[in-house]
C-alpha cells in the first residue's frame, strides 16, 4: 500500500470518528421539558403533603412523610437494637 493511498485511509479513518462523536451528541441531547429539580406543578409545595394514598383493587398502600426526612431506616434500626442490649 502506497503512502497516498495510506494518508487517505487516515484521513477517511478520522472523519468517520469525527462524524460518530458528532451523531453522538445530537443523539442523546436532552429534549426541552423541566429542568432537573423543579417543580411539576408551579407552585405546588410538596413539604405541605403529609401522606400518599394509591388503591388499587382492593390494595391500599399509604406512603406518610416522616418527621425527619433525613434519617434512613438502617440508622432508625441500629439505634434501637443499641438500645435494647
Do not use: E
Amino acid at each position: 500500500m502506497s503512502y497516498k493511498k495510506l494518508a487517505i485511509l487516515g484521513l477517511v479513518a478520522a472523519a468517520m470518528v469525527v462524524w460518530a462523536a458528532v451523531q453522538s451528541n445530537i443523539a442523546y441531547r436532552p429534549v426541552g421539558g423541566s429542568a432537573a429539580g423543579g417543580s411539576l406543578l408551579q407552585g405546588f409545595d410538596p413539604a405541605t403533603v403529609g401522606s400518599i394514598v394509591v388503591k388499587v383493587q382492593g390494595n391500599t398502600v399509604t406512603l406518610s412523610r416522616r418527621a425527619h426526612p433525613c434519617r434512613n431506616i438502617a440508622d432508625d434500626k441500629a439505634r434501637r437494637v443499641r438500645q435494647n442490649h
